[in-house]
Nanobody, 123 residues
Framework: EVQLVESGGGLVQAGGSLRLSCAAS????????IGWFRQAPGKEREGVAC????????YYGDSVKGRVTIASDTTKNTVYLQMNSLKPEDTAVYYC????????????????WGQGTQVTVSS
């Protein structure tokens, strides 16, 4: 059974940093693309970052480019999202997702989702 468990969310002041973790079980990273998405109240789910299993290439949403880094540790089956220079508009529930394909960019391409972790950035 594929499971994704996010952690690391919390309350942080604007300009601060957080590192989110996504612990995966039931599959190996080599065969999946892993993505981070976020959803704020009243807004659509937005892609934050993803990493390709085929070549490790990374992709970032325009709103976070330059401020976040996605990385995977295959020895721990864990994907991290390092977020720096956080802004109040980054406040959202952040979800980790896995796709049964080496590369996936849109949320509709993902097959498995975690329960989400809340990130709140105060001004």
């Amino acid at each position: 059974e594929v499971q994704l468990v996010e952690s690391g969310g919390g309350l942080v002041q604007a300009g601060g940093s957080l590192r989110l973790s996504c612990a995966a079980s039931g599959f190996t990273f080599d065969d999946y693309a892993i993505g981070w998405f976020r959803q704020a109240p009243g807004k659509e789910r937005e892609g934050v970052a993803c990493i390709s299993s085929s070549d490790g290439r990374t992709y970032y949403g325009d709103s976070v480019k330059g401020r976040v880094t996605i990385a995977s540790d295959t020895t721990k089956n864990t994907v991290y999202l390092q977020m720096n220079s956080l802004k109040p508009e980054d406040t959202a529930v952040y979800y980790c997702a896995a796709a049964e394909t080496p590369l996936a960019l849109g949320p509709d391409e993902y097959d498995y989702w975690g329960q989400g972790t809340q990130v709140t950035v105060s001004s």
